[in-house]
């Protein structure tokens, strides 16, 4: 199997993309609503037209604008898995998957794909029923059947266990993992759930506003976000700005942020401030003593967060992604912490991870 390179521009959506997916790996895009994700999706496909896009899997040029090159969808050899599985309604399900391997094969050899690839799915028991008889968790089976039956050279996953509940989800999620896992073809996929990532994913691209704001290992990304998306994803705060000195750095808002920093940083450097909601303190009045970081917030709203109450402030004095603190209840009460309150947030310099700020590209 063949790695997939994308590069794309797409101007009316404010698309703007460079990346690759090795051979073998499943790279999981993240990021907020409209920030390009499914674009990204049907640029590769063949279903959009771009701008600009240069489309590879291994040695074959799918999409080159300056060439002219477009090979049609059904000739791609790409695999594609959406929310909703598409199933053909009139076919059965052992049809709907031989409909897939019948465009590169013979009947006989189709029917033996699909039955082949029901089994592997755990499905092959269904193949008589109609599409209307399915479960939601197990018409998804059926589709990624469909898919694998046409043998992709690459497989693009856009939110594919949505709508499922969690039984489907987890079975589906499973079935998924050993799928993507059995041969060397590279995997996109689109989500939300940070659960897909842990489990299907090898690196993590996250994008925001058309652009790559960051990508990495998975652990490393959950670990030290560097875009605010990121950090909501790995459920940590983080702060933009400069470094202005060992140590210190100046946010977006001019506010200053202390901290640790991670290998050498420069001054004048772009980087990131990342803490965890539970090093956070919330006070009424301005706090006097260790915390070196101590900043004016406004409460725009309060989570039950396990077993403790997540206060999430405004974002106008954090550096831009909305700063959260998970507190006790008790806090909550003898605070008297209310919505559209003025209150004190403070982190001491010590829980604070000062990085590098992740290149769009």
């Known amino acids: 199997m063949a790695e997939l390179h994308l590069r794309a521009r797409v101007l009316a959506r404010g698309l703007d993309v460079q990346f690759t997916v090795a051979a073998g790996e499943v790279l999981a895009i993240l990021g907020p609503n409209g920030a390009g994700k499914s674009t990204t999706v049907e640029v590769i496909a063949g279903l959009l037209r771009a701008d600009y896009a240069v489309v590879r899997v291994g040695e074959r040029t799918l999409t080159d604008t300056d060439r002219g090159v477009r090979v049609p969808i059904h000739d791609r050899r790409i695999g594609v898995l959406l929310q909703n599985p598409l199933l053909f309604p009139h076919l059965s399900v052992i049809a709907n998957v031989e409909f897939g391997a019948r465009r590169y094969t013979d009947r006989a050899s189709a029917r033996l794909s699909a039955r082949r690839w029901l089994t592997e799915v755990g499905v092959d028991d269904l193949a008589d029923r109609a599409p209307g008889q399915l479960s939601g968790g197990q018409a998804q089976r059926v589709a990624l059947a469909r898919a694998m039956a046409a043998e992709p050279e690459a497989l693009l996953l856009d939110e594919p266990l949505v709508g499922l509940d969690v039984a489907g989800a987890a079975a589906a999620r499973s079935v998924l993992r050993r799928v993507l896992t059995a041969d060397s073809r590279s995997a996109l996929l689109i989500t939300h759930d940070l659960i897909d990532v842990l489990t299907l994913a090898d690196r993590v691209l996250v994008l925001e506003a058309g652009k790559v704001a960051e990508v990495g290992r998975v652990a490393d990304v959950l ?87 997540r206060v999430r402030a405004e974002a106008q004095a954090d550096g831009g992604c909305g700063l959260a603190a998970d507190v006790t209840p008790e806090a909550v009460a003898e605070l008297g912490l209310q919505v559209g309150q003025q209150v004190w947030f403070s982190v001491k310099t010590q829980a604070v991870g000062i990085h590098p700020r992740a290149r769009s590209g």
């Open 223 to 309: 670990a030290a976000p560097r875009s605010q998306f990121g950090a909501r994803i790995a459920g940590v705060n983080l702060v933009r700005g400069v470094l202005v000195g060992p140590g210190a750095l100046r946010g977006e808002t001019g506010l200053p942020w202390h901290g640790n920093p991670s290998g050498t940083l420069r001054s004048g450097q772009d980087v990131v401030a990342v803490f965890p909601p539970a090093a956070v303190a919330v006070y009424r009045e301005q706090p006097h003593g260790s915390p070196r970081n101590s900043i004016p917030v406004r409460i725009a709203g309060l989570e039950v967060s396990g077993a403790a109450v």
